[in-house]
């Protein structure tokens, strides 16, 4: 199974969100790209990262910081936040990213997902951010009224490479992973299943694993905040 650390970036810097509550953020010392190479030293080998400036504006803002982290690292790199348009995505692929993950443009215009998708091959991701059942869209301030399942159906067979899917109510609070509902998701799913949203120790990693049709799991703020060790961490990817 694959491990994300995740790197979301506002004003330049490593922040943290609660519930995805922009008035709700924690702020660390070290930088983007320190961060990104402290994960590299540790054998991580993927990344993800959101540039929270880009999901407030619905344009690339931290483009430079994303080709740093590349250029340095050769970390495999999935990126979110605010990518609405054909040349966003271009712009990121062009920069070395794996996956380009789209969300609030994917939900509010499946016909740009598809196409993306046809544009792009094994190169589009699926953010399907959840808040009781229902998908949130514009940096999760917004309720669609469009149900993850119902949504997930009507788009399985457009040929998107990745799915991460993330329970909003359990998203930087350490509460861990709603697993229930992450189940039917992946099971539904064509594609695999990356799990985001509030995972707090090491057992939920290992929990993870159990499921079935799960590429990777996220982890943020449990890293940040010293729940869960860099060094322990590692030791779970394709254990």
Known sequence: MKIFPAIDIKDKKCVRLVKGD????????????????????HGFKNLHIVDLDGA???????????????GKFDLKVEIGGGIRNFESIQKYIDSGVEKVILGSAAIKDK??????????????????????????????KKNSNQLTLDYLKEVNDYGISRLIYTDINRDGTKQSPNFEETAKVSKASNCPVIISGGVSSIDDVKKAKELKNIEGIIVGKAIYDGDIHLVELVKEIDA
């Not at 407030?56 to 590349?70: A, D, P, Y």
């Open 56 to 70: 407030l504006t619905g344009e690339i803002v931290n483009l430079s910081i994303i080709k740093e982290i590349i």
């Open 22 to 41: 922009f008035d709700n953020k924690t702020e660390y010392e070290m930088s983007p790209v320190e961060q990104a190479g402290k994960y590299k030293d």
């Open 111 to 140: 016909n740009f997902l598809n196409e993306a998708c046809r544009k792009f091959p094994n190169k589009i991701a699926l953010g399907l951010d959840a808040k009781d059942g229902y998908l949130s869209v514009s940096g999760w």
